[in-house]
Nanobody, 124 residues
């Protein structure tokens, strides 16, 4: 049984930083494509960033490029999201996702496994 569990969310002031972590069990992330999505209040779930199984490829949404960084720790089987220069519009529930198929995609339905999410709130 595959489980993805996010942690690290919280409340931060605009301009601050947070680091999210997603721990996987039942799935080896280095053999999978991992991603972070987010869903703000009253909004659709949107793509944030993804990393390939090898870690050699990443893809960022334009809205977070230059501020967020995805990384993976193969020894811990985790994928992290370092978020800097946070803005109020980054406020959302952040979800970790993984897919067994090779290849980065920004489409939510193409991910096989999802975590329950962690709340990030950025105050102005």
């Amino acid at each position: 049984q595959v489980q993805l569990v996010e942690s690290g969310g919280g409340l931060v002031q605009a301009g601050g930083s947070l680091r999210l972590s997603c721990a996987a069990s039942g799935l080896t992330l280095s053999y999978s494509t991992s991603a972070w999505f987010r869903q703000g209040p009253g909004k659709e779930r949107e793509f944030v960033v993804a990393i390939s199984g090898s870690g050699g490829r990443t893809s960022y949404a334009d809205s977070v490029k230059g501020r967020f960084t995805i990384s993976r720790d193969n020894a811990k089987n985790t994928v992290d999201l370092q978020m800097n220069m946070l803005k109020p519009e980054d406020t959302a529930v952040y979800y970790c996702a993984a897919r067994v198929q090779v290849g980065i995609t920004r489409v939510t339905t193409e991910y096989d496994f999802w975590g329950r999410g962690t709340q990030v709130t950025v105050s102005s």
